[in-house]
């Protein structure tokens, strides 16, 4: 990415951060009362996570889980996580959680598009070709955001949703932010955002629009084959491993 497209970038969403803060406060208002009357504790979850070059943020969402979820242990949430509360689940569906993270790239710790962001244990485990994701801003959304948006539903019914996302998510959820990394620029970050709203739509299409358009990018036949999710997800090593996860730290060789 060019120096000119990176302050384009940033200028970009610096103004839509701000605007869409300022046209959602009721809608994130409203959503913060629901969320404090449930159990009567922040509306907030401030969590670490990592962002450019490893370096260590407090990422914002709306609670969409009770107080002390994370303290269980599980990275992974499958849609029937029994830790999600009622109003939570409302959340979720419309990616109000995610939302709350405009004041992320507000401050500049986070991206509107750019590969999602972990928490220090899931990075620590990255083999070497995956920590080439840390080598930009972590995003709202992304190419994976998009085709992964059901990630909940797909880790439902798992044995063990930690292991199932490093088996059947983390492999093309990797290969497709290190996609984006190559092939980033300003009005491709446009056009991902414009998929991502088409997506809460209709995905169906979304996806069909961001196959083709990956093919416009010379992407690979595997790469292409992971973004329309014509198929059925089965477990395979991420990039630069060749095993599959069997644990649940998540290692590869």
Known sequence: MSFIDLKMKRAFDFLASLVGLVVFSPILIIFMFFIWKQDFHSPFYIAKRVGLNGKEFNMVKLRSMIKNADKSGV???SSNDLRITNVGHLIRRFKLD????????????MSLVGPRPNVKRETDLY????????????????????????????????????????????PGKSKLGLFYISHRGFIFDIYLVFLTL???????????????????LNATDELISIASRTQELVPTPPPGAVNIVTSRDGAVH
Request: proline share 3%.
């Open 75 to 77: 990275d992974s949430t």
């Open 98 to 109: 995610e939302l709350m993270q405009l004041w992320n790239v507000l401050l500049g710790d």
């Open 127 to 170: 083999t070497v070709v995956e920590k080439r994701l840390l080598s930009v801003k972590p995003g709202i959304t992304d190419i994976s955001s998009i085709v992964f948006s059901d990630e909940g539903d797909i880790l439902t019914g798992t044995d063990d949703p930690d292991i199932s996302y490093h088996q059947l998510i983390r």
């Open 198 to 216: 088409l997506a809460i739509i209709s995905k169906s299409k979304a996806l069909k629009l961001l196959s083709s358009k990956m093919q416009d």
